[in-house]
């Protein structure tokens, strides 16, 4: 999933450091209470005076997010990106939103770009992967898998997708072995692995 990010600040003819300060403020309590409509209408108001302040536009990308807009969440998160083109973050949201619309090519180039950024960004890896199946690319799929799998070890999902793509790739002694391996930490997804697949980790030679 995205990560929400701690944007600097940004000011605007007729809203000062400290009314901008404070209303950051009132909108996070707001959502710390789950009033989450009430803190969307401050951040709009903070947008309509202060249309770069990267806090708000995430926010506002977030809450379209949970109502499944994705167009409107592209549409803030966009902004964010011209804004903080440097930010590893700014281009995983990006990606993350652009893939769930289908736009693949997109999402690539803005996983690609985190991680040229913060090379150890595993959630990017993940990502990546994740596209490069959906164009049809094992191999290369595999590959960002793997450096997924490095840099979260514990995390079963990128050991999941990673023997999904062996199979795919009629590497069955390779998926095997990753389904053992998630029998010692995460026993359930290696069990629904067998199931899927039909392999058995008692079959590997």
């Known amino acids: 999933m995205p990560v929400e990010t701690q944007a600097m600040p940004s000011t605007a003819a007729g809203m000062s450091r400290l009314d901008l300060f404070l209303q950051h403020w009132r909108a996070k309590i707001l959502l710390f209470v789950g009033l989450r409509p009430l803190a969307r209408n401050v951040f709009l108001g903070i947008l309509e005076k202060s249309p770069q302040d990267q806090l708000a536009l995430n926010s506002m990308a977030y809450d379209a997010m949970q109502a499944s807009d994705w167009v409107q969440a592209l549409n803030y998160f966009e902004k964010v990106l011209a804004l903080s083109p440097d930010k590893s973050n700014a281009h995983f949201n990006h990606a993350f939103v652009s893939e769930e619309l ?11 770009a985190a991680i040229a950024i913060e090379e150890k960004m595993d959630r990017a890896w993940y990502g990546l992967g994740l596209v490069l199946i959906r164009q049809g690319r094992l191999e290369d799929a595999l590959a960002a898998l793997k450096r997924n799998t490095q840099l979260q070890p514990m995390s079963p999902f990128g050991w999941y997708q990673l023997a999904r793509v062996h199979v795919d790739l009629k590497q069955t002694n390779e998926a095997l072995k ?28």
């Open 178 to 205: 990753v389904i053992r391996h998630l029998k010692g930490f995460e026993p359930k997804v290696a069990a629904q692995l067998e199931r899927e697949t039909g392999l058995l980790v008692g079959h590997l030679i």
């Open 102 to 112: 289908g736009r693949l090519e997109d999402a690539e180039r803005g996983f690609l």
